[in-house]
């Protein structure tokens, strides 16, 4: 930035940042796990499974911090909430299931099975980002997400990154094991296993809900600040600056 100013100095640009040249500013440049953090599946006789962090469960890095009550928990196949475009039908992953007040299960990616064209439609609306704010918008109080078997990732918990707008979501979010997942799955007469099977073909198969068990959660985040500076000069045309002002941006 320094480099940058001194050549805004030598062609004539008048200083225009708020100390001299320079425009100072803070951001968000990461996110990290801190205080308590707790996912716990709770039965009829009381907790059934409380969830390890780091090993059965992450928050992802825009989830919604503090405690989530007990809701019940239904499956959405992979959470896509995809509009159609041209050739490309529509796809929605909820269809009438009602997700109202309750957890949101997903499955990480995209159908494996589909073609070239129908993955790269859907991979615009498959971020998890995505798909916490369709399970929002629909009235979800928390997702979770499970990479599943099919998938074959070298880590199933989601790592805890930065994505540069990790602004929150209003919805608590966390990456989950494929083993926990199956353990929501138990009363529900099917696996996560075959679950993703039925979806990876590419067709939309209803979700439905995972009875027996309702979860509740704890998740703290810490947003880590760090300071930058913009460069900013002005080509002052005439005796005085006229109102009327064209931005010309670029990168350092």
Do not use: C
């Not at 998890?128 to 369709?134: C, T, V």
């Not at 805890?160 to 990456?175: P, Y």
């Amino acid at each position: 930035t320094r480099y940058v100013a001194d050549a805004f100095q030598a062609i004539g640009l008048a200083p225009a940042g708020d100390d001299g040249y320079f425009q100072p500013f803070e951001f968000t440049s990461g996110v990290s796990i801190d205080g308590v953090n707790m996912l716990v599946a709770q039965g009829e006789g009381g907790v059934e499974n409380e969830a390890a962090l780091d090993a059965d469960f992450r928050p992802l890095s825009f989830s919604k911090p503090g405690s989530v009550g007990f809701g019940d928990v239904v499956f959405a196949g992979y959470g896509l909430d995809a509009p159609a475009d041209g050739a490309q039908a529509a796809y929605d992953s909820y269809g009438d299931l009602d997700v109202k007040g309750k957890w949101v299960l997903v499955l990480r990616f995209l159908p494996e099975g589909v073609d070239a064209e129908r993955r790269q439609h859907l991979n615009r609306y498959a971020s998890l980002r995505f798909k916490a704010m369709a399970a929002r918008d629909r009235g979800a109080v928390g997702l979770l997400v499970a990479s599943g078997p099919a998938s074959q990732v070298k880590e199933q918990l989601v790592p805890l990154r930065f994505d540069a707008s990790v602004a929150g979501t209003s919805i608590a979010a966390a990456s989950i094991s494929d083993v926990w997942a199956d353990k929501l799955f138990a009363k529900s007469g099917h696996t996560l296993a075959e679950a993703q099977k039925a979806l990876d073909g590419g067709a939309v198969v209803p979700g439905f809900a995972l009875p027996g068990q309702t979860i509740g959660a704890h998740f703290t985040l810490t947003f880590e600040t760090g300071k930058g500076r913009n460069v900013v000069g002005r080509l002052v045309v005439g005796a005085a600056p006229s109102k009327d002002v064209v931005i010309v941006g670029a990168h350092v």
